[in-house]
């Protein structure tokens, strides 16, 4: 499984961009948001994905951990603290580069590439 990482500009466009993804057949249950407000967070995504449990506080870390070079992953945790929403989702190599055009068109920054 590969994981994509996508800094949203705002909870609306991460709303319609896991909206889309559900239309397509991917599994939202591989999907973690974390934003700045973390109602907002639950209602959008719940508490699943490759990042499950991430808040702004541990999200830095949680990024090191999955792969994701330490300035990259500062570049994210401050992004969700100015307003952004992070969305990582794991999903198969065959699938990795239609659910990252599908992060793009949704003008999500995808991040790590």
């Known amino acids: 499984m590969k994981m994509i990482i996508g800094l949203l500009p705002d909870a609306g466009a991460a709303e319609i961009l896991l909206n889309n993804l559900a239309e397509a057949e991917f599994d939202l249950k591989e999907v973690s948001v974390v934003a700045r407000d973390?109602?907002?967070?639950?209602?959008?995504?719940?508490?699943?994905?490759?990042?499950?449990?991430?808040t702004l506080g541990t999200l830095a870390d949680r990024l090191v951990k999955a792969g994701l070079p330490a300035e990259d992953a500062r570049l994210c945790r401050n992004a969700v603290a100015e307003g952004k929403v992070l969305v990582a989702m794991t999903v198969a190599p065959e699938t990795q580069k239609a659910a990252k055009e599908m992060f793009q068109d949704h003008a999500a920054e995808v991040i790590g590439e």
Request: proline share 6%.
């Open 38 to 54: 973390s109602k907002q967070r639950k209602a959008m995504a719940g508490e699943g994905g490759p990042l499950k449990g991430a």
